[in-house]
């Protein structure tokens, strides 16, 4: 994998950050977060960041937005055209493009509605890679770099070294891709990409799964200059068949250009301190986490119907997908309510599992609470009021609720896989600077018996257990490191102009 050196640019550089959400404007998951975070923190290191994505119907601040210009995406040989705008929005202090065209942004939601993706997805994200490079001469941005993320953008690297591979504009811009979920590849037959004709015109292997199909993640992994996992040990992961979901000869072949460079946590957003949304803030010192866990447990209990009593709470936020674990945890739970025990999950997702989880919660509606919901504010309640925050995921390229929980004093109990094991300390194999509890086995079975030992932990070892949480709260996950590493991998080997120390840099 690609070794890291201390560099710094010789001057500010010019980030293009192209994303299919940004937190605050409009989010499904993790990448919405990380969308927000990486360009604020690149941002406040003195770089010039901007950031392109679709102007969805549902994007916060639509109303306000400014339009900025009126074009038309041309598409040689065709004559077509496809009309866009760029409306001007903000994510803080970063600006932000957002490409108005209404017959592929204008749907309620951003990729499906009742569990069923739109069936022009494939057009609708070639049109945002296509226009997100042909909007930058029209705005006057020549970047130095596209940051590219997931398959939604993975054409933006093919298309510099096709369509624009003779172009004086982008002479010096390169272009890196950073993969938050290699599960989803972005795999379309040559009908939607009518957008991108040089895909019809010549047989690009590097991007075809089979001759009538093109991932648009394969695309981006094999064209992008560097490419990204969003944590160490999922980069590591990406290598083999099971860790890239079969995409290990793709990144096997970009070893070479590989990075793994873990997320961070928002704290402006994760902060117990200053959450808005939490009944009472605390701080690390033990009167106050004791105090505002106390409060925050009784307004979680009374906002999610479940008795106010003093017991353990086991939280659980995220999309209901196989990928977070789910299906560990309904054959067991029932086994683990046994215990004098609250749990309360908040998700949205597959209408299976949320059924299944819904039986339960009516079953034993005095310990188990499932909201199935979106919810912001719920979510920074559960991390607040919760103990412990469980995370048995089958795969986890980062995961960033586990971070999130760590900065409120909740236990994460994690599976060993991806970026868990870069952010959790367990407590069985390092008890003195454990901050969570993390098991292997993918089995129902294995995921019981670390929710019982975290159980035994806290009911007969209170003192311990009180250890841990310091530990976790004092845990820095923080988003300039990650900028840091993000800018030493824009300006390794050839990218761009850079000067390098020999201070080494902390290895990935
Ligand atoms: N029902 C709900 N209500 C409120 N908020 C909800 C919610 N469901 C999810 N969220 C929020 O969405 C985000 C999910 O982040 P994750 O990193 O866990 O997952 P995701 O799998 O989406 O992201 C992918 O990209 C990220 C970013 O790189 C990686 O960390 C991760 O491993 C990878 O799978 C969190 O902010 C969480 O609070």
């Known amino acids: 994998m690609a070794t890291k050196k201390k560099t710094v640019p010789t001057a500010p550089l010019k980030v293009l950050f192209v994303s299919s959400e940004v937190e605050g404007l409009v989010k499904t998951g993790g990448l919405?977060?990380?969308?927000?975070?990486l360009p604020a923190a690149l941002k406040l290191m003195g770089h010039d960041v901007r950031i392109v994505m679709p102007f969805y119907k549902t994007v916060t601040g639509r109303e306000q937005a400014v339009s900025l210009l009126s074009t038309e995406l041309y598409v040689e040989p065709q004559p077509a055209a496809v009309g866009?705008?760029?409306?001007?929005?903000a994510s803080g202090d970063v600006p932000v493009y957002a490409l108005d065209a209404p017959q592929y942004f204008d749907r309620p939601e951003l990729y499906a509605e009742n569990n069923q993706a739109y069936p022009d997805n494939g057009e609708r994200f070639a049109f945002l890679s296509a226009a997100a490079l042909d909007m930058c001469e029209k705005v006057d941005f020549q970047p130095d770099i596209i940051h590219c993320n997931d398959w939604h953008t993975g054409l933006v690297p093919f298309l510099l070294k096709t369509r624009y591979a003779q172009?004086?504009?982008f002479a010096n811009t390169k272009s890196v891709i950073t993969v938050h979920n290699a599960v989803f590849k972005g795999i379309f037959n040559y009908d939607q990409y009518r957008l991108i004709p040089e895909l019809i015109q010549h047989r690009y292997i590097n991007a075809e799964i089979d001759p009538s199909?093109?991932?648009?993640?394969?695309a981006g992994v094999a064209y992008a200059d560097k490419v990204n996992a969003v944590s160490?040990?999922?980069a590591s992961e990406m290598l083999t068949h099971l860790g890239s979901h079969g995409m290990e000869a793709d990144f096997q072949n970009r070893i070479r250009d590989l990075y793994g460079i873990v997320n961070g946590c928002d704290y402006g957003d994760w902060n117990p301190e200053t959450d808005p949304y939490i009944k009472q803030k605390f701080k690390a010192n033990k009167v106050s986490l004791a105090r505002?866990?106390?409060a925050c447990k009784k307004d979680l209990q009374q906002q999610v119907g479940l008795p106010v009593v003093d017991l353990p709470?086991?939280?659980?936020v995220c999309r209901l997908t196989e990928q977070k674990g789910i299906h560990y945890l309904i054959p067991i739970l029932k086994d683990f309510l046994v215990n004098e025990v609250q749990v309360v999950i908040v998700g949205t997702g597959d209408p299976a599992l949320a059924s299944a989880l819904r039986q339960i919660s009516e079953a034993h509606a005095d310990k188990f609470a499932f909201v199935e919901a979106y919810s912001n504010p719920l979510a920074h309640c559960i991390t607040a009021g919760a103990d412990f925050f469980m995370m048995p995921s089958e795969f986890e390229p980062c995961g960033l609720n586990q971070m999130y929980s760590l900065a409120y004093g909740t236990l994460p109990v994690v599976r060993a896989v991806g970026g868990l094991i870069d952010t959790v300390i367990d407590y069985d194999d390092k008890p003195h600077v454990a901050t969570g509890f993390i098991f292997s086995d993918p089995t129902p079975e294995a995921l019981l018996i670390k929710l019982q030992r975290s159980l035994l932990l806290y009911s007969q070892k209170p003192q311990e257990f009180k250890r841990l949480q310091q530990n976790a709260m004092a845990c820095q996950f923080s988003w300039q490191e990650s900028a840091q590493q993000y800018l030493e991998m824009y300006l390794d080997g050839d990218m761009l102009p850079s000067v390098t120390s020999t201070e080494s840099a902390s290895g990935v």
Do not use: R, T
């Open 167 to 169: 172009s004086d504009f």
């Open 84 to 89: 866009y705008q760029v409306m001007q929005l």
């Open 232 to 234: 160490p040990n999922y």
């Open 292 to 294: 505002g866990k106390k």
């Open 313 to 316: 709470v086991y939280g659980m």
């Open 32 to 37: 919405a977060d990380v969308a927000k975070s």
């Open 213 to 218: 199909h093109i991932s648009m993640l394969k």
